[in-house]
């Protein structure tokens, strides 16, 4: 019996694990880590129960929707961190960087002659499920995929939520019994079978990236035929800025955030944004984190079942209100993504905001830009330009002004579904979170989805809710991000 819970376990093709193959294989393609990690635990447990040697695959391809240097820099910190990470591990590490593109072609077939079985993760939404379809018939060996997306499994329910409240009120049903058995923070930890003289001709064929690559300098990576123009920043991907970033917020923002997330001055949220999107850091070890300081079990849960917003951790305010994000918000959009193949179109939108934004479809718009003039910051508002900015160069975009930048674009364009595709292009192709089940979840708010319809009923919107950068400057602190991110200080280079 795994200690993995059997509905993170799915089988992707007909085969059996087969024995007599030479090493499990774990193909680590959303949670790029190596602690907190159903899949590496699985796929360690494999190679324990089978005695045959581990071999992690971490890939890398160069044509994944919105390829660029800022998210492909992100990924290879990533890489370097689980090099270092394993490096004493008896386990044969293998970070993999396609440097033309379709030189991968083939790579994890013809490993999977060879293995025992493979082991990967699931992954809702933008291009991973689409690939472990398609590969799965073609491996000789059995592929099993392993979720490790969220606190509530996502083969735990049929259901697809309309809204937070309706996940919310069936995670304080159903939640607890899943918070009892959460991944191993070290699943290397028990002695796996020797790896030492595992030689494999594909992993000769399709040789490990070369340290210059993983590392930051240098000009490996501008080699690469990637998008240049969506740079780098400052922010270092991998587990263990991940880590270094969960202490800080849990340490000195937390108690605040409650009460002051809103406010882009002195932001107190926790901006794991880009490194949950990418696996580094995972859901449980951040519930671990944030509810250590208060000695919580799950024993404490349960004070409510009506899906109120706070009552049911048993936690302090504050780390509720944190955990109604990082669990009913974003599981949210997981479950959707997993269960609905048109998660980014506008058919999948309520058939009531459709409805009411087709009613206002033809209302003149006060202001109408392209998606090159939203792209420059070039509209006549001082706090959307900033916001937009703020995105550009530094790969991130404070919550609240999401979704105020969300509102606007659709309040400034020629029809709602243009305003789609504009968020949809801006948000994946510059958010070091984006192309994430939150991406879609977020953009589609803005459209309806996980809403209710609200009143009065105006243009444009219809009855889809409605922000304006008034309201946001008179409610929120904003003077040091406007210094920051306002025109005088940054300009575009487009
Ligand atoms: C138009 C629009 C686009 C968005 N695009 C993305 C995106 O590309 N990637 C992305 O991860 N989030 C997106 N969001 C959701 C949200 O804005 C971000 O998750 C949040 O700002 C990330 O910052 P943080 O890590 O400091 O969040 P915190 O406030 O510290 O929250 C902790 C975690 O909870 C989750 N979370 C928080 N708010 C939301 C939310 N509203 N919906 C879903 N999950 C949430 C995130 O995983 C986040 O990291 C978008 C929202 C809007 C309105």
Avoid at 145 to 153: A, F, H
Wanted: glycine share 8%; hydrophobic share 45%; with cysteine.
């Amino acid at each position: 019996m795994s200690a993995v819970p059997a509905v993170r376990l799915r089988a992707r093709n007909e085969h059996a694990v087969r024995p007599a193959g030479r090493f499990v294989l774990y193909w680590m393609i959303a949670a790029r880590r190596t602690g907190w990690n159903y899949g590496l635990q699985r796929a360690a447990e494999l190679a324990r129960e089978l005695g045959r040697p581990l071999v992690v695959l971490e890939a890398l391809r160069l044509d994944y929707p919105w390829a660029s240097a800022r998210h492909h820099r992100f990924v290879l910190d990533g890489m370097a961190a689980n090099a270092a990470a394993l490096a004493d591990e008896d386990v044969l590490y293998h970070p993999w960087v396609e440097l033309e593109r379709g030189a991968g072609r083939g790579f994890v077939e013809a490993l999977a002659r060879e293995a025992c079985a493979v082991v990967t993760d699931e992954a809702p939404g933008f291009f991973q499920e689409r690939m472990l379809r398609a590969v799965a018939p073609r491996l000789a060996a059995r592929l099993e995929s392993v979720d490790s997306c969220g606190l509530l499994p996502l083969a735990a329910t049929e259901r697809v939520f309309a809204r937070a409240v309706d996940l919310r009120r069936f995670l304080q049903r159903n939640l607890r019994p899943h918070l009892a058995a959460p991944p191993l923070a070290d699943p290397l930890a028990a002695p796996l079978p020797p790896v030492r003289g595992l030689a494999l001709e594909p992993l000769r064929r399709w040789p490990r990236a070369a340290p210059e690559l993983l590392a930051r300098g240098g000009d490996a990576l501008a080699r690469l035929d990637l998008d240049h123009a969506v740079e780098p920043v400052d922010l270092v991907g991998g587990q263990d800025a991940a880590r270094a970033a969960l202490r800080d917020f849990v340490a000195g923002r937390l108690a605040a955030y409650g009460e002051e997330r809103s406010h882009p001055d002195r932001d107190v949220s926790s901006g794991l944004s880009p490194w949950l999107h990418f696996g580094h850091v995972s859901a449980h070890e951040v519930l671990a984190a944030v509810t250590a300081p208060e000695g919580w079990t799950p024993a404490r849960t349960g004070g409510t079942t009506s899906g109120a917003k706070a009552g049911w951790w048993g936690l302090a305010p504050s780390t509720e209100a944190f955990l109604d994000e990082l669990v009913t918000w974003r599981e949210l959009g997981q479950h959707f993504c997993a269960k609905r193949d048109d998660y980014d179109r506008y058919e999948s939108l309520p058939p009531w905001a459709r409805e009411t934004l087709e009613e206002h479809a033809a209302d003149p718009r006060p202001h109408v830009y392209t998606a090159a003039d939203f792209e420059a910051a070039r509209t006549h508002d001082e706090l959307w330009n900033a916001a937009q900015r703020e995105l550009v160069q530094s790969g991130r975009m404070h919550n609240y002004l999401r979704m105020l930048w969300g509102k606007k674009i659709l309040h400034w364009s020629a029809s709602p579904r243009e305003a789609l595709a504009t968020m949809i292009e801006l948000n994946n192709k510059y958010a070091l979170d984006g192309r994430d089940p939150n991406s879609y979840s977020g953009i589609a708010w803005v459209l309806g989805r996980f809403d209710r319809a609200w009143g009065p009923e105006r243009a444009i919107f219809g009855k889809v809710r409605y922000m304006s950068s008034d309201n946001t400057r008179r409610k929120l602190r904003l003077n040091e991000y406007l210094a920051t991110w306002g025109a005088a200080q940054r300009t575009l280079g487009f």
